[in-house]
């Protein structure tokens, strides 16, 4: 069957980890799936056990076509060994791929996408790009801004935020919607320029 696309988030499994900076990727998920249904469109859960994800097919009217979301389970620096064998199992291309995952070097609350580029020392966007051999699929980037203090960086990432900046980032992952409609609906240039907006 042909797919509009696969959103997949980045996260670490386990409830210890909810509510982590690290974890945007799975609340974006999460939100889209309540907002398609929201919509009236059609979330159905699939088996994603052979992937190690959990994984749904959506589609609701601002979103063209039959999309996948999946959430890995696997680590985050694992998240290659779902996102490789997803796509190949189902036919999907690297640039039908929208990965939504927390990033450093942008403010808290801030949003940006793009297509291909480095990794940023994100180890789930490096395991990805390892695996597919090639890093040229879209990244829906949610800023979590740095830590005050230099290299504390895996305690900031596996922290909860401030009520200020859990209050940026729960916006920026509503707003991510209206970016990922876009970019399906419109492309990639009026999803760049959406997040500027």
Known sequence: MDFG??????????????????NCGFAFVENLLDHARREGGQVQSQNGGKFSCELWRLRYAALPGDWLAAMPQTFMNLSGQCVQPLLAWHKIRPDQLVVVHDELDIPAG????KKGGGNAGHNGL???????????????????????????????????PDSEDAEKIRA???????????????????AVRATRS
């Open 5 to 22: 696309g696969v959103v997949v988030g980045l996260g670490n499994p386990g409830n210890q980890y909810a509510g982590t900076r690290h």
């Open 110 to 113: 801030e949003l940006r996408f």
């Open 126 to 160: 490096k395991s990805i790009t390892q695996l597919l051999g090639t890093p040229d699929f879209y990244r829906l980037r949610i800023g979590i801004g740095r830590p005050p203090q230099k290299g504390d960086v895996i305690n900031w990432v596996l922290g909860r």
């Open 172 to 190: 920026a992952i509503h707003k991510a919607l209206d970016i990922l409609e876009i970019f399906a609906g419109k492309g990639l240039e009026a």
